[in-house]
């Protein structure tokens, strides 16, 4: 059977002298790994349309088994992600993490859709660690993950003081502060940052900003969730941990998120 499939290219390894395995992300079909035989060749015509982060139409034939690609219509290349080390980074980030959590041949048009509005974001120059960090809370109910954020986990409290806690997975109220002794307390600004990361759209929080401290605390927190309750630590991490710790070799974001904390 051959299908036209509009994708997005988050993952390449090579397969043998001159093929690669390539997986997409599809609008239609979900996640879908397949066989692009010579496009490892720089004169094939598979090499453009095979490189990571790309945006294009692909004709995939798929019987039994691994499907096998055969042309491709490339609608973005994105290639400032790929020019920038710190967008290829972050970006490289995100596709593993879709990578990660979904399964083949399993429809998800709403990740397709992060996934297509996330690298385009990277791609503009928006801070790319704001936008990953989107991503990391979004993703978490797709990893079976779902924590306690409209209220207290404890006793449903909507008002006061709120902290995150890793026992009850979720946040607490300062009158259940008592029960976790390793509480993260948080500001109402970033009790508002997190709910708006884990629920809010992507093409709606235009009017955020993230301050450094901000991030770094939402990062401590999401990455735990994961590492605690998943069991999930990525191998882009280590890179892109190492590329934050020296910030002062590599260039401001283009474009920032507008002040809204």
């Known amino acids: 059977m051959q299908n036209q499939l509009e994708a997005i290219v988050i993952r390449t390894r090579p397969y043998g002298e001159n093929n690669k395995i390539v997986t997409l992300f599809t609008k239609e079909a979900g996640k879908i790994t397949c066989m692009a035989r010579g496009a490892k060749k720089p004169a094939s015509r598979l090499a453009a349309i095979t ?126 502060f008592h029960l976790d002794r390793y509480i993260i307390r948080l500001s109402p600004a970033l009790v508002k940052l997190i709910r708006t990361f884990y629920f809010v759209p992507i093409e709606r929080v235009g009017g955020l900003t993230l301050k450094k401290e901000s991030k770094t605390l939402l990062k401590q927190i999401v990455r735990t969730i994961y590492e605690e309750q998943a069991g999930i630590r990525l191998k882009s991490r280590s890179f892109l941990e190492q590329l934050e710790r020296t910030p002062e070799f590599f260039p401001e974001p283009k474009k920032d998120i507008p002040e809204g904390e």
């Open 51 to 176: 490189q990571p982060f790309t945006h294009g139409v692909f004709s995939i034939y798929k019987g039994r088994g691994m499907g096998t690609l055969q042309a491709g219509d490339q609608l973005e290349s994105l290639r400032y992600i790929r020019e920038d080390i710190m967008a290829t980074a972050y970006a490289s980030y995100v596709t593993e993490l879709v990578d990660r959590l979904t399964e083949q041949d399993e429809p998800q048009p709403a990740i397709y859709d992060m996934l297509y509005q996330a690298l385009h974001a990277i791609a503009d120059g928006y801070d790319p660690e704001a936008i990953t960090l989107f991503v990391e809370w979004k993703m978490l109910r797709i990893a079976g993950l779902t924590p306690t954020l409209h209220e207290c986990a404890n006793c449903g409290a909507t008002e006061g003081e709120f902290a995150f806690s890793f026992q009850e997975l979720g946040f607490l109220c300062h009158r259940c």
